[in-house]
């Protein structure tokens, strides 16, 4: 990793000119923050970085980024940024989305852009909500939201986003959340690190619409019982280490290890397993903490790289044809 | 037996849509085409990829119209018809000319074939043609399998080869060389020496058939008249993706086309993925929107971005064509038009998306829409719609359709050098660069990721005049909304002067085309000049911005008639851009225009006058 002191600007270089324009208290501008003190010490130079977004909130995050970037349409941008990285492959590319752009109007193409596994970073700023329109419940709402659109509860079984990016071979999934800036900088600095698309969902909190939808992760009375920080070769513990998980066969038990458990007997956490890492993202209700950090990574070459070994390959085989030949094709006659 | 000299020939193949048409079709084109003759083709896909055998919707077809003369259109009514079985002869023999010639394979017309082609069972349609015809009932089946007799081949794989013992002896009828198939068939079975055997011996059988019966007349087509030069046959959607090749080598871009299959489009995906080795980068999308919307990222990222699809694909693209449109940014969008309305016919032609081209978007959107008029010009156009896209930084629809994707001409193919250049507005340092900042034709410059100090932000959001920075400033969208129209009416500055095609200058009538009614039309109106009726003829390539000079020409005649294949959609551009009186002859059968229909309303209007 780049020590910070070779970063290639400052943070102050990686903002724009532009007026900060969420709503005061959002958890959109914890993670801005954090991206533009992460980014000038990634090694990337400030040309070659890209944000590429959808509708909603959090996609008017380029416009705030001192790079290149566009704010597209929603649900779009990872056919965007992929179409970008096929042609220009050196780029540094960032899709921002969240859970209405990401996993509703644009589920498909974040699914593909998943399997496909271009070289790039997805942040889904998961808020629970739709901001910009103003409080409808959202893929990732829990069932029996009541909102404006959904004014007797919500009748939708909500979305589990890692469990979806596993489910699309996604080789890097990882959760953070806004209201822990140290976390959230490792994990953005972890994922870049990583060839391949990788996904990363950000608790983010709206206090407009959907106030203390992670309370319970952030707050530091509540957060001990409610999270499991994972960390690669360690056990998983929580609750300041007096609770840890085990695993069963593959059923995953919260134990007490002042009840006679140790940290031998609990679940060692390893990225590269993908059972495993599908257990985890499991961990989706109240009986289990939250997991987060890197739950999966594999290695896998990726989409663009493939695509310039298949030209290079052609180009090798048959030679590149000279645009006469091209057009000549190969039955031609002459008339004179 | 004599051999009579023709000026001009209409074959039709016909048969199941397992027999081999198209690739006999192909054949007999190849073959034609080396021996001189212009040409013009045009394949008829059943609709369903495997309807039931020997039924009429399972018949596939193919035409070819090739003489010594100037060929525009793949014929109307055939000179002849190869009918491999009752279900094809059904469907075609009404169109045939009266006292055509008919082959048939008489095997294909037993009680199965006849039931399965809705005939009574007891009818006897070979007998019942009437006189007038030349008929050549050929039992193809069983001469072709007493040809192909020792082979270790099962007989339903030496059936396969029926196509060929036809071929061949309407290669006999038409004085043909055998050569060309030949080479073809030794190339393409290489590695299955008997079917490579078993065709060969097809195609000489059918010939030599034709050889041995008595009383038979053979027919000659001398060359053409060509210009002097080197040509290749090609279809349209073939055309297309050479166009696009051209142009990014033209700009020095990479070429990238996103795309999603849908027919009759796919066959431009399939023919640039061919062409790897030239750098062309090919995307099959997971859907319409992310075809058009990778094409935003790669042009974006400083291709040349493209995206093909057909109807049912713009309309979901559109909102994507929306996006390009505002960002300003460089891409084209071929749409090969088919039937619609929704899924409406897939494998017939139209000309209805022109409407849906020029206006389906939300908001102040206009965008550049050029034609193809033949599979030849889908060369052209797609060259001038690239050059459009990137000199212009404007997205550019490239209107082709079913019938030119599919047919093919001889193509007088140019010399990569006598391509011009294409020279896209791109910026490689600017210390003070403003992204929406225009030149003196409204054009913004292109600032590619990866430049340094360029860095800059757009998005689909209302700009701010010059620093494209967020803008919801009432005066401002106003200007911005009429500078980006200015700049697309610009682009008519560069259009070559537009020209009659032929007839007066002034006159009772002059018929104006767009896309592929261009050589119906111009054998309708040859026709009418020569009864001497006076009308002219026009064809437009550019339908926007039209051309400039179009409403001085409009002007000098006291009608306009406008064939188009949809119920009247560029009759409405024109008379509301130019109150001129303009009918509009409309055809909506998944069918190009034949001349005769063209000139029959020619007639009408001129004798009415
Ligand atoms: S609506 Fe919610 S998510 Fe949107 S800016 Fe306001 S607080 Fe943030």
């Given at each position: 990793?780049?020590?910070?002191?070779?970063?290639?600007?400052t943070?102050?270089?990686?903002?724009?000119?532009?007026?900060?324009?969420?709503?005061?208290?959002?958890?959109?501008?914890?993670?801005?923050?954090?991206?533009?003190?992460?980014?000038?010490?990634?090694?990337?130079?400030?040309?070659?970085?890209?944000?590429?977004?959808?509708?909603?909130?959090?996609?008017?995050?380029?416009?705030?980024?001192?790079?290149?970037g566009?704010?597209?349409?929603?649900?779009?941008?990872?056919?965007?940024?992929?179409?970008?990285?096929?042609?220009?492959?050196?780029?540094?590319?960032?899709?921002?989305?969240?859970?209405?752009?990401?996993?509703?109007i644009?589920?498909?193409?974040?699914?593909?852009?998943?399997?496909?596994?271009?070289?790039?970073?997805?942040?889904?700023?998961?808020?629970?909500?739709?901001?910009?329109?103003?409080?409808?419940?959202?893929?990732?709402?829990?069932?029996?939201?009541?909102?404006?659109?959904?004014?007797?509860?919500?009748?939708?079984?909500?979305?589990?986003?890692?469990?979806?990016?596993?489910?699309?071979?996604?080789?890097?999934?990882?959760?953070?959340?806004?209201?822990?800036?140290?976390?959230?900088r490792?994990?953005?600095?972890?994922?870049?690190?990583?060839?391949?698309?990788?996904?990363?969902?950000?608790?983010?909190?709206?206090?407009?619409?959907?106030?203390?939808?992670?309370?319970?992760?952030?707050?530091?009375?509540?957060?001990?019982?409610?999270?499991?920080?994972?960390?690669?070769?360690?056990?998983?513990?929580?609750?300041?280490?007096?609770?840890?998980?085990?695993?069963n066969?593959?059923?995953?038990?919260?134990?007490?290890?002042?009840?006679?458990?140790?940290?031998?007997?609990?679940?060692?956490?390893?990225?590269?397993d993908?059972?495993?890492?599908?257990?985890?993202?499991?961990?989706?209700?109240?009986n289990?903490?939250?997991?987060?950090?890197?739950?999966?990574?594999?290695?896998?070459?990726?989409?663009?790289?493939?695509?310039?070994?298949?030209?290079?390959?052609?180009?090798?085989?048959?030679?590149?044809?000279?645009?006469?030949?091209?057009?000549?094709?190969?039955?031609?006659?002459?008339?004179? | 037996?004599?051999?009579?000299?023709?000026?001009?020939?209409?074959i039709?193949?016909?048969?199941?849509?397992?027999?081999?048409?198209?690739?006999?079709?192909?054949?007999?084109?190849?073959?034609?085409?080396?021996?001189?003759?212009?040409?013009?083709?045009?394949p008829?896909?059943?609709?369903?990829?495997?309807?039931?055998?020997?039924?009429?919707?399972?018949?596939?077809?193919?035409?070819?119209?090739?003489g010594?003369?100037?060929?525009?259109?793949?014929?109307?009514?055939?000179?002849?018809?190869?009918?491999?079985?009752?279900?094809?002869?059904?469907?075609?023999?009404?169109?045939?000319?009266?006292?055509?010639?008919?082959?048939?394979?008489?095997?294909?017309?037993?009680?199965?074939?006849?039931?399965?082609?809705?005939?009574?069972?007891?009818?006897?349609?070979i007998?019942?043609?009437?006189?007038?015809?030349?008929?050549?009932?050929?039992?193809?089946?069983?001469?072709?399998?007493?040809?192909?007799?020792?082979?270790?081949?099962?007989?339903?794989?030496?059936?396969?080869?029926?196509?060929?013992?036809?071929l061949?002896?309407?290669?006999?009828?038409?004085?043909?060389?055998?050569?060309?198939?030949?080479?073809?068939?030794?190339?393409?079975?290489?590695?299955?020496?008997?079917?490579?055997?078993?065709?060969?011996?097809?195609?000489?059988?059918?010939?030599?058939?034709?050889?041995?019966?008595?009383?038979?007349?053979?027919?000659?087509?001398?060359?053409?008249?060509?210009?002097?030069?080197?040509?290749?046959?090609?279809?349209?959607?073939?055309?297309?993706?050479?166009?696009?090749?051209?142009?990014?080598?033209?700009?020095?871009?990479?070429?990238?086309?996103?795309?999603?299959?849908?027919?009759?489009?796919?066959?431009?995906l399939?023919?640039?993925?061919?062409?790897?080795?030239?750098?062309?980068?090919?995307?099959?999308?997971?859907?319409?929107?992310?075809?058009?919307?990778?094409?935003?990222?790669?042009?974006?990222?400083?291709?040349?971005?493209?995206?093909?699809?057909?109807?049912?694909?713009?309309?979901?693209?559109?909102?994507?064509?929306?996006?390009?449109?505002?960002?300003?940014?460089?891409?084209?969008?071929?749409?090969?038009?088919?039937?619609?309305?929704?899924?409406?016919?897939?494998?017939?032609?139209?000309?209805?998306?022109?409407?849906?081209?020029?206006?389906?978007?939300?908001?102040?959107?206009?965008?550049?829409?050029?034609?193809?008029?033949?599979?030849?010009?889908?060369?052209?156009s797609?060259f001038?719609?690239?050059?459009?896209?990137?000199?212009?930084?404007?997205?550019?629809?490239?209107?082709?359709?079913?019938?030119?994707?599919?047919?093919?001409?001889?193509?007088?193919?140019?010399?990569?050098?006598?391509?011009?250049?294409?020279?896209?507005?791109?910026?490689?340092?600017?210390?003070?660069?403003?992204?929406?900042?225009?030149?003196?034709?409204?054009?913004?410059?292109?600032?590619?990721?990866?430049?340094p100090?360029?860095?800059?932000?757009?998005?689909?959001?209302?700009?701010?005049?010059?620093?494209?920075?967020?803008?919801?400033?009432?005066?401002?969208?106003?200007?911005?909304?009429?500078v980006?129209?200015?700049?697309?009416?610009l682009?008519?500055?560069?259009?070559?002067?537009?020209?009659?095609?032929?007839?007066?200058?002034?006159?009772?009538?002059?018929?104006?085309g767009?896309?592929?009614?261009?050589?119906?039309?111009?054998?309708?109106?040859?026709?009418?000049?020569?009864?001497?009726?006076?009308?002219?003829?026009?064809?437009?390539?550019?339908?926007?911005?039209?051309?400039?000079?179009?409403?001085?020409?409009?002007?000098?005649?006291?009608?306009?008639l406008?064939?188009?294949?949809?119920?009247?959609?560029?009759?409405?551009?024109?008379?509301?851009?130019?109150?001129?009186?303009?009918?509009?002859?409309?055809?909506?059968?998944?069918?190009?225009?034949l001349?005769?229909?063209i000139?029959e309303?020619?007639?009408?209007?001129?004798?009415?006058?």
């Amino acid at each position: 990793m780049t020590e910070p002191n070779s970063a290639l600007f400052t943070a102050k270089e990686a903002a724009s000119d532009q007026e900060v324009r969420w709503c005061p208290g959002c958890g959109d501008y914890s993670i801005l923050k954090q991206m533009q003190s992460v980014i000038p010490g990634l090694g990337i130079k400030r040309e070659d970085i890209v944000f590429i977004s959808g509708i909603g909130c959090s996609s008017r995050f380029p416009y705030y980024m001192n790079t290149y970037g566009m704010h597209s349409i929603h649900g779009r941008a990872p056919a965007v940024a992929s179409g970008l990285k096929m042609v220009n492959p050196n780029l540094s590319v960032w899709v921002i989305t969240g859970d209405g752009d990401g996993l509703s109007i644009g589920g498909n193409h974040l699914i593909h852009l998943l399997r496909r596994n271009v070289n790039l970073n997805v942040l889904l700023f998961n808020n629970e909500i739709y901001g910009l329109t103003k409080g409808q419940y959202s893929p990732t709402s829990e069932m029996g939201k009541r909102t404006k659109s959904s004014p007797m509860g919500s009748l939708d079984h909500p979305f589990n986003p890692l469990a979806l990016a596993l489910g699309a071979d996604a080789t890097f999934v990882a959760r953070t959340i806004d209201r822990d800036p140290v976390h959230l900088r490792g994990v953005l600095e972890t994922s870049n690190l990583h060839k391949g698309t990788s996904f990363i969902e950000i608790y983010q909190n709206c206090n407009v619409f959907n106030d203390g939808a992670f309370l319970s992760y952030s707050d530091k009375k509540q957060k001990g019982q409610h999270i499991i920080l994972l960390e690669e070769g360690k056990p998983l513990l929580f609750d300041e280490g007096n609770k840890g998980i085990r695993l069963n066969g593959l059923k995953p038990e919260i134990v007490n290890l002042e009840e006679g458990f140790s940290a031998n007997d609990l679940w060692i956490h390893d990225s590269r397993d993908a059972t495993k890492a599908y257990i985890l993202s499991r961990f989706f209700d109240d009986n289990f903490p939250r997991p987060f950090g890197v739950f999966y990574q594999e290695d896998r070459p990726c989409y663009e790289e493939q695509l310039i070994a298949q030209i290079n390959h052609a180009k090798e085989i048959q030679g590149e044809t000279d645009l006469d030949d091209l057009l000549r094709g190969k039955r031609s006659w002459t008339v004179d | 037996m004599n051999t009579q000299s023709l000026s001009k020939v209409t074959i039709h193949f016909a048969g199941d849509s397992g027999d081999g048409i198209q690739l006999a079709g192909s054949q007999f084109t190849n073959t034609t085409a080396l021996a001189g003759n212009d040409l013009s083709t045009f394949p008829d896909f059943p609709a369903e990829i495997r309807a039931p055998i020997g039924t009429v919707a399972g018949v596939s077809g193919f035409q070819i119209n090739f003489g010594s003369e100037k060929i525009h259109t793949p014929g109307g009514r055939p000179d002849v018809l190869v009918a491999m079985n009752a279900a094809a002869f059904k469907k075609n023999f009404p169109n045939l000319k009266s006292g055509g010639i008919i082959v048939l394979d008489s095997a294909g017309f037993d009680k199965k074939n006849l039931r399965l082609a809705a005939y009574d069972e007891s009818s006897t349609p070979i007998e019942d043609i009437p006189k007038e015809y030349q008929v050549y009932a050929v039992d193809i089946t069983k001469l072709n399998r007493e040809a192909l007799k020792d082979l270790s081949l099962g007989s339903r794989d030496k059936d396969r080869s029926r196509n060929m013992f036809a071929l061949g002896f309407i290669y006999f009828l038409y004085s043909r060389s055998l050569q060309t198939t030949l080479s073809f068939l030794e190339a393409k079975f290489k590695s299955k020496p008997e079917v490579l055997e078993a065709n060969l011996r097809a195609l000489n059988a059918g010939y030599n058939y034709g050889d041995t019966i008595e009383a038979i007349s053979r027919f000659k087509v001398a060359p053409a008249q060509m210009e002097k030069g080197e040509y290749r046959n090609i279809t349209g959607n073939q055309a297309t993706a050479l166009g696009l090749i051209a142009a990014a080598a033209k700009s020095g871009l990479e070429l990238f086309y996103g795309s999603y299959p849908i027919t009759p489009a796919s066959d431009i995906l399939h023919e640039l993925a061919a062409h790897k080795n030239r750098g062309v980068k090919t995307f099959q999308a997971e859907d319409e929107i992310a075809a058009v919307t990778s094409a935003i990222g790669a042009s974006f990222g400083g291709a040349l971005a493209v995206t093909g699809t057909s109807g049912p694909g713009m309309a979901l693209k559109t909102e994507g064509i929306g996006l390009a449109f505002m960002l300003e940014i460089p891409m084209v969008i071929v749409n090969v038009q088919r039937g619609g309305p929704s899924t409406g016919l897939p494998t017939k032609t139209e000309q209805s998306d022109l409407l849906q081209a020029l206006y389906g978007r939300n908001g102040e959107a206009p965008i550049p829409v050029i034609a193809a008029n033949s599979p030849a010009d889908c060369f052209s156009s797609a060259f001038e719609a690239a050059r459009i896209a990137l000199e212009h930084m404007t997205p550019v629809i490239l209107l082709t359709d079913g019938y030119i994707a599919n047919s093919s001409e001889p193509w007088k193919f140019p010399q990569a050098s006598s391509l011009a250049s294409i020279n896209p507005p791109i910026v490689k340092n600017d210390a003070h660069y403003l992204p929406y900042k225009r030149d003196e034709r409204e054009v913004r410059s292109w600032a590619i990721p990866g430049t340094p100090g360029l860095e800059h932000r757009l998005g689909g959001l209302e700009k701010e005049l010059e620093t494209g920075n967020v803008s919801y400033e009432a005066d401002n969208h106003q200007a911005m909304v009429k500078v980006r129209d200015r700049k697309v009416r610009l682009i008519a500055k560069d259009y070559p002067v537009q020209k009659l095609i032929q007839g007066p200058s002034s006159g009772p009538l002059l018929v104006l085309g767009w896309g592929n009614t261009l050589g119906a039309i111009q054998v309708a109106v040859e026709h009418a000049l020569e009864q001497g009726l006076a009308v002219a003829q026009l064809h437009l390539k550019y339908i926007n911005p039209l051309p400039e000079d179009l409403g001085a020409i409009l002007s000098a005649y006291e009608k306009i008639l406008i064939p188009e294949l949809n119920y009247g959609q560029l009759v409405r551009i024109i008379r509301d851009q130019y109150l001129v009186e303009a009918e509009v002859l409309d055809k909506i059968k998944g069918q190009p225009f034949l001349a005769e229909e063209i000139l029959e309303k020619i007639k009408s209007l001129v004798e009415n006058d």
